[in-house]
Each structure stands twice: as C-alpha cells, then as structure tokens.
C-alpha cells in the first residue's frame, strides 16, 4: 500500500502532535494541520490530502462539521474521519464522512484507523472495522 497524505484538524496541540508522530511512524506523511475553521480556511490547495482527520470542537468555538464540509468543497473526494468524544453529532450525508474514531482512543486504535483509511483509498468497498463509529444515518 502507498502512504497517505493527511490533514489533521484538532485544536488540543499535544493530540496533533500524537497524531502525527502517529501517522508518520505509520508510513503516512501530514500535508497540512488546523485547529480551526479559519485555519482550515487558510491551508493551501496543494499539497492535496487524501484523507482528514477532523475533530469536532475546534478552536474559538468553531466546528469540525463546518470545517469538514470546507475541506470537501477544497479537496472533492476526500475522505474525512472524524476523531472525537461527540462521535453520534456527526450528520448523516456529510460529503466525504466515513465515520469516527472515539477519543480517548489507543496508538494501537489509531494505527488500525489509519491502515483502514489507507485501505479504503485503495478500495472504498473496504468495510468499516469494529473500533470506527459509522456515520448515523437520516
């Protein structure tokens, strides 16, 4: 399998640094990282992510719903997995939403989250495994 390009959009510092040391140790490379909507807004288009991981509170009040759908408008075909403790306020049909991982989560729990995001950018057919929470349905 091929390395991912990520963005991480998580507004406690230490967490995207855990995330990144994460996904990098994993094989991946972090193109881009955020901790909120307006620093969703400001990244540049190139590098181009394949996937996000996006939390749903993020700095100064803003949303990791709003900037989900930003980073699908930017990067159409993204795939976006939200990393959160508010796994069930995730809107059902949020273009490029594959599910969440629950925080706290486990190292081990984030590289099996990232083998399978690597997985579905090879083969979007490939199932959502056991520790990722689907995205509730209307």
């Not at 590289?111 to 979007?124: I, K, R, T, V």
Request: glycine share 8%; net charge negative.
């Amino acid at each position: 399998m091929t390395a991912l390009a990520l963005l991480i959009v998580e507004d406690e510092a230490l967490l995207a640094m855990d995330i990144a040391m994460i996904a990098e140790t994993a094989g991946h490379r972090v193109v881009g990282e955020a901790a909120s909507l307006a620093e969703v807004a400001e990244l540049p288009e190139t590098p181009r992510p394949d996937a996000a991981l996006v939390d749903v509170q993020l700095l100064h009040g803003s949303s990791g719903i709003d900037a989900a759908c930003l980073i699908a408008q930017t990067w159409p075909g993204i795939t976006i997995l939200f990393v959160t403790a508010n796994p069930t306020v995730v809107p059902a049909g949020l273009t490029g939403a594959v599910g969440s991982l629950p925080k706290p989560f486990s190292r081990p729990g984030m590289m099996a989250a990232l083998g399978w995001l690597e997985a579905h950018h090879h083969d979007p057919a490939t199932p959502l495994p056991p520790m990722l929470v689907p995205i509730a349905s209307a």
